[in-house]
């Protein structure tokens, strides 16, 4: 059966967006499965490891007993490592359908040097992931931004969009690209790449738009919030190490910022590109 992982530490905050992946799941036939990453310190001494799975069996319980599960298939998953990412590398997740969790996000040097949980999720996915800030009044993805230069090659990813907005009625899909100076193009280009998309994805009746800006992040989050969008979509490389350092990934940042909820689709993986600069040879300087 198909999967939706939850990672949760059972505060308020990382909870609130299991209604929305309970819904989901229910909606989808999807198993459910609550995993929570339990760090090493918490394993010191046999007496310490029995206690914290004693508590976290009881937490699982309670949470278990929310009237929104009622009627889904839901497994309780106890793992090691020190962030939510590390259960990518579990084999019972590591091909799950989707992965939803919360976020409260991270700003300033925190986000400089750390990011959130969610970043290293997104980064290191290789499934749609689900972020959500605040618990929405219900789930409905009505209005959608999908938001690309739209040369990228997302393989099946767009499948999964397609299943889940196939399950909300009169769902409109606003194709966007933001233009800004440091990367201008002309419009009729961009357009005919979104047909091209569009078509090549089976996406009828969406949207075709250009949107200008400074940054490719303020100008996505502008147009969502003019929209009234319940749903941001972006695709991601899942750059890590140096790559990650020097190119970032607007999905992520995108992730981290927005309060409304942001589906992020992984790219099949682009070669990495070495520039080389001119210069004298090795040797002649």
């Known amino acids: 059966m198909k999967k939706l992982v939850f ?4 505060s308020e905050a990382s909870v609130l967006a299991l209604p929305v992946a309970a819904q989901i799941a229910r909606t989808l036939s999807l198993e459910l499965h609550l995993v929570h990453v339990l760090s090493p310190r918490f394993q010191t001494t046999n007496a310490q490891y029995g206690a914290t799975l004693s508590r976290l069996e009881h937490s699982f319980d309670e949470l278990q007993l929310q009237p929104y599960l009622s009627g889904i298939q839901v497994h309780a998953h106890v793992i090691t490592g020190t ?16 992965i939803v969790m919360s976020s409260r996000g991270a700003t300033g040097l925190k986000e400089t040097l750390l990011g959130s949980h969610a970043e290293h999720l997104i980064r290191s996915a290789s499934m749609p992931v689900l972020v959500l800030k605040k618990a929405p009044a219900s789930v409905g993805f009505k209005t959608v931004v999908f938001a690309s230069d739209f040369t990228d090659d997302y393989g099946d990813s767009v499948d999964f969009l397609q299943t889940l907005l196939s399950k909300f009625d ?3 899909i606003h194709l966007l ?3 800004t100076l440091s990367r201008f193009e002309q419009t009729s280009e961009v357009k005919a790449r979104m047909d091209t998309f569009a078509k090549e994805h089976k996406l009828d009746g969406c949207t075709f738009n250009l949107q200008d800006d400074f940054e490719i992040e303020t100008g996505l989050l ?11 979509v972006l695709g991601t490389h899942g750059r890590r ?5 020097f190119s970032g990934s607007i999905a992520e ?33």
Do not use: C, W, Y
């Not at 939510?84 to 997740?93: E, V």
């Not at 502008?222 to 941001?232: G, H, P, T, V, Y």
């Not at 190490?241 to 350092?245: D, E, Q, T, V």
């Open 222 to 232: 502008s147009f969502a919030m003019e929209k009234q969008a319940d749903l941001i």
């Open 253 to 285: 940042d995108v992730a981290n910022h927005a309060s409304i909820p942001v589906l992020t689709l992984p790219l099949k993986s682009d070669p990495i590109r070495i520039r080389v600069l001119s210069g004298p040879a090795p040797g002649m300087i």
């Open 83 to 98: 962030s939510p990412a590390d259960l990518l590398n579990d084999n019972r997740f590591a091909k799950a359908d989707l």
């Open 241 to 245: 190490g140096l790559r990650h350092l």
């Open 170 to 172: 009169n769902a409109v």
């Open 177 to 179: 690209f933001v233009n």
């Open 7 to 10: 990672p949760t530490d059972f």
